[in-house]
């Protein structure tokens, strides 16, 4: 597979001169243009971790990540982040909030005209054409996430990186949400990393799921291929085979393979 993001022997030790924590040991993976990457894993494997070394914030203590064979070491436009808990700026309307990002990004090299179209397109895209003159406030959780995506995607990042995007969403505006990044996904091919909890979730997103050991010290225990067609649909994969053996695998590696610690206590 030809790498435009490699992810080279990562490990990162917290706190290295008093108390070394040694949070993530020899993290390899490369991830093609185009492709859907899910990360899954309990809580405190180092998902965000892994994520935040990729965005650039921060660094790891050993080897490197390379976006087209050039050193990331530190935060750009080129890798988008789109956080769980939407990020947006409550004094400008939604429609400034992504206007901001794409004059930040395309302010020299594109036209008002063109940054103003862009912009719509960007809101048109995650179905928000319909509030661009809102505030963070006066819209729901649902949509402001869909916004922190329309601003992200507005920036047409190499990479795009979501951490949890959907965590805080109850179950039916999630699934909203996710199908409209089924959508986007099938047309555009972003190169995206995510990390999720939910595993459904990273089966009808992903083109490959991570699975993380345990932490302390975790790494990549599995990688699984999602081989199924796109575009997906939600309703048609319930009853798929192939959709049940992908979910089945991560769940066997999530809760037979890798228990969390607390499992037998609960
Ligand atoms: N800045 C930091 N300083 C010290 N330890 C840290 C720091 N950031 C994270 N850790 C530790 O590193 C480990 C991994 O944390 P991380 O937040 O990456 O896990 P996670 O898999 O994203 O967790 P969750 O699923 O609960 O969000 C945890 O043990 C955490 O306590």
């Given at each position: 597979m030809s790498a435009y993001l490699s992810i080279e022997g990562v490990g990162i030790t917290f706190n290295p001169r008093k108390s070394p924590t040694?949070?993530?040991?020899?993290v390899d993976l490369k991830i093609a243009k185009g492709e859907f990457v899910s990360i899954i894993g309990h809580s405190g494997c180092g998902k965000s971790t892994l994520l935040n070394i990729v965005a650039g914030l921060l660094k790891p203590t050993l080897g490197g990540v390379f976006l087209e064979r050039q050193l990331v070491d530190a935060p750009g436009p080129d890798r988008a982040v789109v956080f769980q808990n939407h990020s947006l700026?409550?004094?400008?309307?939604v429609y400034d909030n992504v206007r901001l990002a794409v004059n930040k990004v395309f302010g020299k090299t594109r036209g008002e005209a063109e940054r103003h179209e862009w912009t719509l397109h960007n809101l048109n895209l995650v179905g928000m054409s319909h509030a661009i003159?809102?505030?963070?406030?006066?819209?729901?959780g649902g949509m402001k996430q869909r916004v922190g995506i329309a601003r992200a995607l507005a920036m047409e990042p190499k990479v795009l990186l979501m951490d949890?995007?959907?965590?805080?969403?109850?179950a039916l505006n999630r699934a909203r949400l996710q199908d409209a990044l089924m959508g986007i996904q099938t047309t555009l091919r972003n190169t995206v990393i995510m990390i999720t909890h939910d595993v459904d979730e990273a089966v009808l997103l992903s083109d490959r799921i991570v699975m993380m050991t345990n932490?302390?010290?975790?790494?990549?225990?599995e990688v699984l291929d999602i081989p199924l067609d796109r575009a997906r649909k939600r309703l048609d994969l319930a009853d798929d085979t192939t959709y049940a053996h992908c979910r089945g695998e991560v769940l066997r590696f999530l809760y037979?393979?890798?228990?969390?610690?607390?499992a037998d206590a609960a």
């Open positions: 040694p949070a993530l040991v020899g700026l409550p004094w400008l309307t003159a809102k505030y963070p406030s006066e819209v729901s949890e995007p959907f965590g805080a969403l109850d932490g302390p010290a975790a790494t990549i225990g037979a393979r890798h228990r969390p610690a607390d």
